[in-house]
């Protein structure tokens, strides 16, 4: 969606491996998600933040860790992946609360 | 846990109205409804939300009966490109998702 950039697109990986998801935003919003989506499960909250340098927890938090060092750009790093964390990962901001969540194109990432 | 609850999935006819049901019986006084949809595999979409009243948008109406236990989204005339998941979320800050409504237009 315009404003909001997922990079890589697709990453295929090796199991223990370090992996950095990149999501970008123009829109100059407060709040970054990260999501991820597993058939079955719908999308599921990993980690979110209010601001630059505040994170917190979502409701699969454990194997991730996050950064936000400026208000555009929010990191997602699995430290060591694993093949449980094949998925397709979601970012999105929320800027008014009258618009909801403006949500990226996703990554699909394989670890192999 | 599940705030809401969907029917699995329906279809409608392209050119008619497609009413979207979700039961929120546990919602509470300061939590808004959201719907989303996904296309595919795309991001999902913002498509309209409410806390009390009735809302319309350029893309849906929300109805939200008046002891907000229930709401229905209708797409005034559906489309093809309608044809998606749709996620009906009670919230009063972070969005849960859960399975949605998959819709299918027929044409």
């Known amino acids: 969606d315009a404003g909001i950039t997922q990079s890589p697109r697709h990453k295929v990986t090796e199991t223990g491996t370090p992996v950095t998801l990149r999501c970008h935003q123009t829109?100059?919003?407060?709040?970054m998600y990260w999501y991820r989506q597993d058939p079955g499960h719908g999308l599921r909250l990993i980690h979110y933040?209010?601001?630059?340098?505040?994170?917190d927890k979502g409701e699969v938090s454990d194997g991730y860790s996050v950064s936000r060092s400026k208000t555009e750009d929010f990191l997602l790093t699995l430290e060591s992946a694993t093949s449980s964390q094949t998925s397709v990962y979601f970012c999105?901001?929320?800027?008014?609360?009258?618009?909801?969540?403006?949500f990226g194109s996703g990554t699909r990432l394989t670890v192999v | 846990d599940a705030k809401t609850t969907q029917p699995p999935s329906m279809d409608c006819a392209e050119g008619r109205a497609a009413n979207l049901p979700c039961n929120h019986s546990t919602i509470s006084g300061n939590e808004y409804v959201y719907w989303y949809r996904q296309i595919h595999s795309q991001g999902p979409q913002y498509i309209i939300h409410g806390l009390k009243n009735n809302e319309t948008n350029e893309m849906a109406s929300l109805i939200i009966t008046e002891d907000r236990k229930s709401s229905t989204l209708i797409l005034p005339h559906a489309t093809l490109r309608d044809t998606a998941v749709y996620y009906c979320?009670?919230?009063?800050?972070?969005?849960?998702f859960g399975k949605g409504i998959t819709l299918s237009v027929r044409p």
């Open positions: 999105a901001t929320e800027g008014s609360s009258n618009y909801g969540y403006t």
């Open positions: 979320i009670v919230s009063y800050s972070k969005l849960t």
């Open positions: 933040s209010y601001g630059v340098k505040d994170t």
């Open positions: 829109e100059n919003h407060r709040y």
